[in-house]
């Protein structure tokens, strides 16, 4: 032992050799124990581990192994999953092994190697990693040390687990060490049965899995809610499938689901059909189904029929009758659905049970009265749940049921039977999707009402797909009308029908476990699944060659002699195996190809070879003959073109390549729409293939790819003679898709069929929708630079399509694939579909002129174009009268102006002349040409003279029509129902209400704005207010006047005056109300007058007369002095604080005048702001709640003792110490917090300089190679690495790491100063940043992702001063956290398991938060050892050598962390909000004036502002708050809320008294203090204050802190909420075990899970001698070291 003397002075004493040397004895005990014992290892066969597969083989005397479901190993209670726990604990039981190194430096390494060969070598970095594995192996055998250890098996598994290693191993890429190392590895025993004896389906990257850390049973990959009550092999799930069809993709989420919980907690799953509706049942759908079952490797335990518990449903369903909770009803069905949408009860809900049991038998008899009845469930029937309403349970049907044949003539539904049948199978946990969420209510009243066991239901979400149905029904119908070949077809969403296009059963599977438990449906497409797909097959699929039959083009190949050759199936993958390919003087290519050779162009022929293109030969413009001349001696491959081919040979066999399209055309359906109305169109397209000749050994579900065409399964293998026909039978080959957008073949190489002659709307429709996605595909392929081949295919796929729509329509697809609104019916005109024609004819010539001068074409050819363009104009002006549009594209037709036409055509002018204004507008604006300018001006013209031939006036301004006169009146009323129905519909939707609630009001929305237009001619203007009042219309409605609205206006201004005076004198309520009410009848007199709404103020915009029309007189120019002059006295007022009501004059004046120039000129003002659509939709958006009057929801919502989380949140963000951030787990520091860390900064920084600590900076980017060094280190903070991987659109070389810690960082740099003894010590500390990114719960403060702190390292020459150091950093941060932040803390040293990775022993302060009774780290102080010093070659020559000899530094690190303001929230705070502690308030004390008037209005600011100066000499931090926005009762919560330590009210009393009121946060209580020396007493207040805070915290801590040596006593104390001090013996395993036992269901705040208690600290202060005591641990019997402080923890 030793004592020590702390920087306090307090003896602190603590047995560490004693300890230490206790400890080891036991541990070499313990490890014998151990070694005796017999394991059973079981190893997950659907995702083996070659690892723990060699472990095994090598521990095999102690270790017996088996291939099972699930990966485990159990020790004594406890089971091991994940393979680094389980591999390590298995060497160290069995240490004459060797496995895990032969001292604590090699276990460290040994550690470290683990990890890396778990992790890195199935991700990106793998060339990296190999070789950095071979520069390791440069001057050793193995991995670690002289002999085989774990190391060199985690790495050889990892190394062997990677598909591309076979490849790279054998071309001899991995560097010479590696691969002597590999070669010598493999022929150890051991390893070569281990080798042997895996599955052989899991070849190449199956291993994924085993880096992920299982925990709680969870993989990575989607989220799976944990189930609740779940224990490990007691839980029971179930599949129900009806069988009324196939399985669905759907279906296979839910039986995988069921299955991923069946296995996760050792459970059961009941196989069981739904056979209640015998019409619906099919017994080869049963066989299909659990084929189907078979097929995705589930296997369920138990197997049953809903129909076997008919007889017990009989008797429960009779049961609900005679307790009056069940009717049978014979209201017809229509009649029924009515009533209970209207909530009306049925005629025999009130039956007698006589009545009930008569109809009942009727039913059972199958009688023709039964046949018209049902049993109904009385429950509920004014429930807004519509599943309550009295459901339907039982229903006659005289069918025969498959299994009991004509037994039954009554058959109970599926939410009948479903609860039923769950209880009594067993079932634990029923899972189904959250469209069921209404039917729970009535599956648990069953349950309650039959007195049966209740199961618990979990929801997770659907699976919705576009492009795709799901419905069972919908299904069947495609297969009814032969839509489809059947049940299989590979557009099907079945399970049979994605294998039969090509989907691999381990994709489905992992797509599915992506997708995991969660609730939120979200719209999938159908691009994932198959990307999951193609990362399966890719390295398996062997590559063959076929070339498009139709296309095919000769090649002589010169000097070249037919030949066979042996070549591998896969270039990366020779384990595939090899191929025959043939070679002659004869082959094909494809036309695509050879269209694009030139001559003396060098290409490369795929399994061939670099060849010169000799010679092509044209016929008709077509490729008739190409010649090659080989130069197979060059094997330049980089820049030349890869070509397929084939020998023409007659070994080559026939194929078809089959590519299927959606389906269903249009991606997502809505709620409403038909799915009938997007099928019918082409969705299969079939290409002839001239075939490798290996094709020809391919058996039906072979996967392969064709080379440049993509993936196909085999569907029809070939045959050389039918046995049905006797011809030769071609090989059918199903397109894969690989998750790309794709176009299917073009028509030149697969021909379509003719196009239907059957014109309909809803195909066009669909048509469209396919033109816009797949106009959005190729915009797509070309952001993400897809090759040219890609693009062009989906290209000429939408121009195919926008062809099928013309030929369809008559006309081009409008822009965006989007449909034009359609124009109403007009008469016809003459020529109009020649003038069309022309047009087009001149928007293609045009095409053509622009290509000859873009080509530099000869000037007769550019010339004969330009003439041919002329003359097509011509044309058109001739036929029309007017120019063609600019771009030969028509603008919207004008109606002829021959005879008058009615009002509704005089509307269609006028939006013309709107649509062309705009057109103009918009080529000025791009400064376009005159050529081009003219003719749109012209065409305006036009449009406009024609307006007024037909109506005999001049257009209005801007193309708009005014309002019609007549009924102006009632449109107006109209008006106002649209903006009052807009703002139900706006609420509805703020709300989030359900669809049914939002439907009916947009419905009613929307026929009122029809009614609008019906009654006008044109739509309602935008939010439903009514425009500028036509030059027509009077000013004041019919017996008003001018001069009487202006009256008005003068009542509405002086009315509103009284009601703020009697608001700002808080006069009693009803007064107010009074005042109010009569400004509002003013206001409604004024509206009934003048139609309008009184303007703000009740000033009216102007004491002008309002004009019918703007002054004429008046020119654009003085109106724009007149606005300019204006403007500038709207902003001095508002510079000079003028009244609001002569802001609002000012500003309507110049409203006038700007809707004056606007009325002149029809344009807004110059410098007029443009609001845009986005900017609105932001305003909208940042519009703030509604709250209800007089509610502020300025103080706290929650309670901490009652809903702690809600209440942390709320304090940090309302006291203004934390603004979130839109990244997670960063959060925006604000002042209030940040003066927190700015005190601490100082305190902290003064001590550590006085130590000799100096502070620096070090970069916060830590290279790959370095964060390597650090082994175990790095181990453990691998997880929380964030990488930089890219600089812009550029991806780095090497990943960059952004430190977790400086480490690695910092320790470099020592190695390079520290030569001699005398440049030591190195006391460092810099104060930065860290990010540590990976955890699930991000809570400010206490867990964040990035987080400020400051961090020591130091080095030292000897073990003295490091150790000495420890404590004295550990003594400044106790100081921070009682001085400063007045919180007791346990100080006291880490156990082993929770030390700091790479250290040797670790100290810390501990605090306690009582609201959660959990303990939380306050700062840690390290002393690493030599571990780094070695790592980072830190040394030195010893002073004391004659030699040289060199000596390792002795290191330490320590932390403080933001954390720690989290610290101070969760210990203070209360109900009120923050309490903060003097010392580190940013306001220690805040000024607020009370009884504020008129006249003592300065008196008392005066008054607060001296006294706030004269306190702040004082050195108080003081803030007067004379806010004149804020009363006085709203300041004093507000400052309670950001926790200022004292309040000071002064009111006239006070002033009077000399006097001010004192008021303390953190206890409420107020004392009267004389303002002489009010400094003073003010400074020992704070001081006791922070006395107190600190007394009552730790009286709160002593009296939740424990002591036991009672294992029972402690479990109970911990769901207490207290902490505990308890004797234990120091081994790992115990500790483990000490957390997993006394882990409680209990949660113990709604946003962490319950847990078990974990070691805190050995606190340096024993509560006595625990060495005469056992360990707490269950079961163990070894003596204690030292009672340890154990608690739940943050």
């Not at 290519?589 to 060849?611: F, H, Q, R, S, V």
């Not at 990488?1283 to 960082?1305: F, H, M, N, Q, Y």
């Not at 106790?1374 to 700091?1396: D, N, Q, S, W």
């Not at 931090?1517 to 709203?1530: K, M, P, Q």
Request: include cysteine; glycine fraction near 6%.
């Amino acid at each position: 032992g030793f004592k020590r003397q702390t920087s306090s002075g307090i003896n602190a004493e603590y047995g560490q050799t004693k300890f230490f040397k206790s400890w080891h004895s036991t541990h070499r005990f313990l490890t014998t124990e151990i070694a005796t014992m017999k394991y059973t290892l079981s190893i997950d066969k659907s995702k083996p581990s070659l690892y723990l597969r060699t472990v095994a083989e090598n521990l095999k005397d102690t270790v017996t192994f088996k291939w099972d479901t699930v990966t485990a190993l159990k020790v004594n209670n406890l089971s091991l999953h994940s393979p680094e726990a389980i591999s390590r604990h298995l060497a160290r039981a069995n240490p004459e092994a060797g496995l895990y190194g032969s001292n604590l430096l090699q276990q460290a390494e040994v550690d470290h190697w683990i990890w890396f060969g778990l992790n890195k070598f199935g991700h990106g970095d793998f060339n990296t990693s190999i070789r950095y594995c071979d520069e390791v192996l440069a001057e050793n055998s193995f991995m670690v040390g002289s002999t085989l250890s774990l190391a060199d098996l985690s790495v050889y598994s990892g190394l062997m687990s990677n598909h591309s290693f076979s490849v790279v191993l054998s071309k001899g890429l991995c560097g010479k060490n590696l691969t002597r190392w590999c070669e010598h590895i493999s022929k150890i025993p051991a390893i070569e049965v281990s080798v042997a004896d895996m599955p052989k389906s899991t070849r190449g990257s199956d291993r994924k899995a085993e880096g992920k850390k299982a925990k709680g049973g969870k993989e990575e990959g989607g989220k799976f809610a944990e189930l609740p009550g779940a224990t490990m092999g007691n839980v029971v799930v179930r599949f129900p499938p009806e069988a009324s069809g196939y399985l669905h993709i759907g279906h296979a989420k839910a039986a995988l689901l069921n299955q991923y919980y069946q296995q996760s907690f050792k459970g059961k799953l009941v196989m069981r059909f739904d056979d209640t509706n015998p019409a619906k049942e099919n017994t080869e759908f049963e066989k299909i189904i659990l084929e189907d079952v078979k097929l995705l490797n589930i296997d369920y335990d138990i197997f049953s029929f809903t129909s076997n518990h008919f007889p017990a449903m009989l008797t429960y369903a009779e049961e609900l009758i005679k307790k009056g909770l069940a009717y049978v009803d014979d209201t017809d069905p229509a009649v029924m659905k009515e009533e209970r949408e209207k909530r009306l009860e049925s005629a025999n809900r009130s039956n007698s049970l006589a009545q009930n049991m008569e109809k009942w038998n009727a039913m059972k008899a199958g009688t023709d009265y039964g046949k018209k009845c049902c049993l109904r469930a009385k429950i509920d029937m004014q429930s807004d749940n519509g599943c309550m309403r009295d459901p339907a349970i039982y229903r006659c049907k005289d069918e025969p049921h498959p299994r009991h044949g004509d037994k039954y003539k009554v058959y109970p539904t599926y939410d009948f039977a479903c609860p039923i049948v769950d209880s009594v199978e067993g079932v634990t946990h029923a899972l189904r999707t959250t469209e069921y969420n209404d039917r729970d209510p009535q599956y648990y009243w069953f349950i309650d009402q039959l007195g049966l066991r209740r199961p618990f239901i979990y929801a997770y979400s659907r699976l919705n797909l576009t492009h795709t149905v799901l419905s069972k029904r919908k299904l069947a119908w495609f297969v009814e009308e032969g839509l489809v070949t059947g049940w299989d077809d590979p557009r099907f969403p079945t399970v049979r029908g994605i294998l039969r296009r090509g989907l691999t059963v381990e994709a489905l599977k992992q797509f599915i476990i992506l997708q995991g438990s969660a609730r939120s449906v979200v719209q999938m497409g159908w691009d994932k699944i198959w990307t999951i797909n193609k990362k399966i097959i890719d390295p398996i699929a062997p590559r063959y060659t076929g070339l498009a039959k139709a296309t095919l083009v000769p090649v002589k190949v010169l000097g070249v002699e037919s030949s066979v050759k042996r070549c591998a199936k896969h270039p990366k993958n020779t384990e595939v195996g090899e191929k025959d390919v043939y070679y002659g003087g004869s082959v094909y290519l494809e036309g695509e190809d050879a269209e694009n050779l030139k001559p003396g162009e060098k290409i490369t022929m795929i399994n061939w070879g670099n060849m010169l293109v000799d010679h092509i030969t044209r016929s008709d413009n077509k490729i008739t003959e190409v010649s090659l001349k080989p130069v197979l001696d060059d094997t330049d491959f980089k820049k030349t073109v890869k070509l397929t081919w084939l020998a023409d040979v007659p070994q080559n066999i026939p194929a078809v390549a089959v590519h299927y399209d959606n389906i269903i055309s249009k991606a997502v359906l809505g709620k409403d729409e038909d799915f009938k109305s997007y099928i019918g169109h082409q969705t299969v397209f079939e290409t002839e293939l001239i075939g490798d000749p290996s094709l020809g050994a391919l058996k039906k579900g072979d996967i392969i790819q064709l080379q440049r065409r993509g993936y196909y399964i085999c569907d029809s293998p070939y045959q050389a003679a039918s046995e049905f026909t006797g011809l030769p039978m071609p090989c059918m080959l199903i397109n894969i898709p690989d998750g790309r957008l794709q176009a299917p073949p073009t028509p030149a190489a697969a021909p379509s069929p003719a196009p239907s002659t059957q014109v309909s709307s809803g195909n066009a429709d669909a048509i469209l929708s396919q033109i816009t996605d797949q106009g959005n595909a190729v915009r797509n392929l070309k952001s993400q630079k897809a090759n040219k081949d890609e693009i062009k295919a989906a290209v000429d796929k939408l121009l195919a399509l926008k062809k099928q729509y013309k030929d369809l329509t008559g006309a081009d697809p409008p822009a965006g694939g989007k449909p034009a609104a359609k124009p109403a019916a007009q008469p016809a005109k003459p020529a109009s579909g020649n003038a069309d024609k022309i047009l087009e004819q001149i928007a293609e010539q045009g095409n053509t002129v622009r290509n000859l001068k873009s080509q530099k074409a000869d000037k007769d050819k550019i010339k004969a174009a330009v003439a041919e363009l002329l003359a097509l104009k011509a044309q058109y002006k001739d036929l029309t009268g007017v120019d063609p549009p600019a771009g030969g594209k028509p603008a919207a037709k004008p109606p002829l102006a021959a005879a008058p036409a009615a009002s509704g055509n005089a509307d269609k002018i006028l939006e013309q002349i709107a649509e062309q204004g705009n057109v103009v507008r918009n080529l000025k604006a791009e400064k376009a040409g005159k050529d081009k300018i003219k003719p749109a001006v012209d065409q305006l013209l036009a449009l406009k003279k024609q307006y007024k031939d037909l109506t005999g006036v001049d257009p209005p301004a801007g193309g708009k029509p005014a309002a019609a006169p007549a009924a102006s009146g009632n449109a107006d009323k109209i008006l106002e129902q649209i903006a009052e129905q807009g703002n139900v519909v706006r609420n509805l939707k703020a709300e989030k209400a359900g669809k049914d609630k939002i439907k009916p009001a947009v419905d009613q929305l929307l026929a009122l704005k029809k009614q609008y237009k019906d009654l006008t001619g044109v739509a309602p203007p935008a939010g439903g207010k009514p425009a500028t009042q036509p030059a027509a219309s009077p000013p004041v409605a019919a017996g008003g006047s001018s001069s009487d609205g202006d009256k008005i206006l003068e009542a509405i201004h002086e009315q509103g005056n009284v009601v703020r005076q009697l608001k700002s004198k808080k006069a009693p309520k009803d007064e107010v109300t009074a005042a109010v009410q009569l400004l509002l009848k003013h206001k409604a007199d004024y509206k009934a007058l003048t139609g309008k709404d009184a303007p703000p103020g009740g000033k009216a915009p102007s004491s002008d007369p309002p004009k019918t029309m703007p002054d004429t007189s008046v020119t654009p120019q003085q109106l724009e002095t007149q606005i300019k002059e204006q403007g500038d006295k709207v902003r001095a007022a508002k510079g000079r604080g003028a009244q609001k009501d002569e802001i609002q004059g000012l500003v309507n004046d110049l409203l006038k005048l700007k809707a004056d120039y606007k009325n002149l000129t029809g344009n807004d003002p110059p410098g007029a702001p443009q609001q845009s659509s986005k900017q609105k939709k932001k305003d909208k958006k940042a519009a703030p709640p509604k709250v209800e009057a007089g509610v502020t929801r300025l103080g706290l919502e929650a309670k901490k003792f009652e809903d702690l989380p809600n209440w942390y949140s709320q304090v940090i963000t309302k006291s203004e110490m934390i603004e979130y951030y839109d990244v997670s787990g960063c959060y925006i520091l604000r002042p209030w917090s940040f003066f927190i860390w700015e005190v601490i900064q100082k305190w902290f920084d003064t001590g550590i300089k006085a130590m000799g600590v100096q502070n620096c900076y070090f970069p916060m980017f830590v290279s790959n190679a370095a964060l390597e060094k650090e082994k175990t280190h790095i181990a453990d903070f691998a997880p929380e690495v964030a990488w930089v991987t890219k600089s812009g659109d550029s991806e780095l070389a090497e990943p960059i790491a952004i430190r977790p810690t400086s480490e690695t960082v910092m320790y470099p740099s020592y190695s390079t100063w520290v030569q001699s003894h005398r440049d030591l010590p190195i006391k460092l500390n810099q104060w930065c940043n860290v990010v540590r990114w990976e955890f699930k719960h991000p809570q400010p403060f206490l867990r964040t992702r990035e987080f400020l702190w400051q961090e020591g390292h130091t080095a030292f020459a000897t073990q003295e001063e490091a150790h000495q150091e420890v404590y004295d950093i550990l003594d400044l941060y106790h100081g921070v956290y009682k001085e400063l932040l007045a919180i007791p803390t346990v100080k006291g040293r880490k156990t082993e398991k929770e030390k700091f990775a790479g250290g040797d022993f670790t100290t810390t302060v501990e605090g306690y938060v009582s609201a959660t009774g959990r303990g939380i780290q306050g700062a840690t102080s390290h002393h690493l050892g030599q571990n780094f010093s070695k790592m980072f070659n830190i040394q030195f020559e010893d002073p004391n050598s004659t030699t040289g000899e060199k000596l390792f530094a002795h290191q330490n690190s320590w932390g403080l962390s933001t954390r720690s303001i989290g610290c101070v929230v969760m210990v203070h705070g209360d109900d009120k909000g923050l309490v903060l502690p003097p010392r580190v308030a940013m306001y220690q004390a805040v000024i607020v004036p009370c009884g504020v008037s008129d006249s003592n209005k300065e008196q008392l600011n005066t008054h607060c502002s001296e006294m706030e100066k004269t306190l702040r000499k004082a050195g108080i931090r003081t803030h007067a708050d004379l806010r004149v926005n804020y009363n006085t009762g709203w300041k004093f919560n507000h400052w309670e809320l950001k926790g200022v330590p004292i309040r000071i009210e002064i009111g006239p009393r006070d002033l009077k008294n000399n006097q001010v009121v004192v008021v303390r946060r953190d206890t409420g209580v107020k004392t009267t203090l004389q303002n002489e020396n009010l400094d003073e007493q003010l400074a020992k207040l704070l001081d006791t204050i922070h006395d107190d805070m600190y007394n009552r915290a730790l009286v709160e801590r002593d009296a939740n802190m424990a002591v036991t040596t009672n294992w029972e006593e402690f479990c109970q104390l911990l769901d207490e909420k207290k902490i505990i001090q308890a004797p234990y013996c120091g081994a790992i395993p115990c500790e483990e075990l000490i957390k997993k036992d006394s882990a409680r269901t209990e949660v113990v705040d709604d946003k962490a899970p319950a847990m078990g208690a974990k070691s805190l600290c050995i606190p340096f202060e024993q509560p006595g001698d625990a060495t005469s005591q056992t360990c707490i641990a269950p079961k163990c019997c070894k003596a204690a070291k030292a009672y340890t402080l154990f608690g739940r923890s943050y």
